[in-house]
């Protein structure tokens, strides 16, 4: 479906409708979706109508929406247009198209009943801590898969958008702009710890709930590096990490289907 934007396009729009049957938030059409891949999120449905508020209900299928956009400004961009987008442009439909924010949606029901008051929700620390771990996951996981993105041929990443908007002060290089990434993921996530305290000080009587759902996001971010170095996916694992923590990614190596191998033409290769 990748490359067929109008069967992705049907997709999307009956996922969405389905979705919003399911949770209670519209009346329910006299024939179900076709594709029993959507059809399976009527037991995730009858979970939230069961456990969630419709103000929570409508706040994950928000999320729902924005991915659904994220995922179809990305496809839109990939197969209609020959120019890179900027990073303002990029990072409007990466941080939907990542569904971090579906995961948060669904703290609360993951946590067994916690139930947030609206004004924290509301509140613009809340929107930055919700904003940071998507921008953590996502930016990272744009390095973790950066070999198997060159090994692709994919462009349309956090690194080489970078490099191509020339925000990486010279002298550009994929070193410079793997750096780049390091510090503002570091940033964000002072920024994330910054405004938890925030709340926890502004919000004390929800203060437990508060704790552990930030600490909830916390975990989704180290979570992610503990998958990222377990799964074959990305062509990296623990081997590949250093004492100091740092991880060494090979761009010499392809990686196709989480298997590394040496690209043609490599100093190594050639050795061989």
Not at 84 to 101: C, D, I, K
Not at 155 to 180: F, G, K, T, Y
Not at 204 to 218: H, I, K, M, S, T
């Amino acid at each position: 479906m990748g490359d067929d934007l109008e069967s992705a396009q049907t997709y999307r729009f009956e996922t969405i409708q389905f979705v919003k049957e399911t949770l209670g938030l519209a009346p329910r059409s006299p024939t179900p979706p076709a594709n029993k891949i959507i059809r399976n999120f009527e037991v995730v449905g009858a979970a939230l109508r069961a456990a969630y508020t419709p103000a929570q209900r409508q706040r994950f299928f928000a999320e729902v929406d924005r991915f659904m956009a994220g995922t179809e400004a990305e496809q839109r961009r990939r197969l209609l247009s020959r120019d890179l987008p900027t990073l303002h442009q990029f990072w409007e439909y990466r941080l939907g198209s990542s569904a971090v924010n579906i995961c948060t949606a669904l703290i609360e029901y993951a946590d067994g009943g916690m139930a947030l008051p609206e004004r924290v929700w509301d509140d613009a620390d809340m929107h930055t801590v919700l904003r940071n771990t998507n921008i953590h996951l996502s930016a990272l996981n744009d390095l973790y898969s950066l070999k198997k993105e060159v090994a692709n041929d994919a462009v349309e990443s956090l690194v080489p958008i970078l490099l191509a908007n020339r925000v990486v002060a010279p002298p550009s290089s994929v070193p410079a702009a793997v750096e780049h990434v390091a510090r503002y993921v570091a940033d964000r996530s002072a920024e994330l710890d910054e405004c938890a305290e925030r709340l926890l000080r502004r919000y004390p009587e929800c203060e437990a709930d508060l704790r552990r759902f930030v600490d909830n996001c916390r975990c989704m971010c180290t979570g992610n590096r503990t998958w990222s170095l377990s799964t074959g996916r990305y062509g990296i694992n623990q081997h590949d990490v250093r004492p100091d923590g740092s991880i060494f990614v090979d761009l010499a190596e392809l990686c196709v289907k989480g298997e590394p191998e040496r690209r043609p033409g490599s100093p190594e290769e050639m050795a061989c």
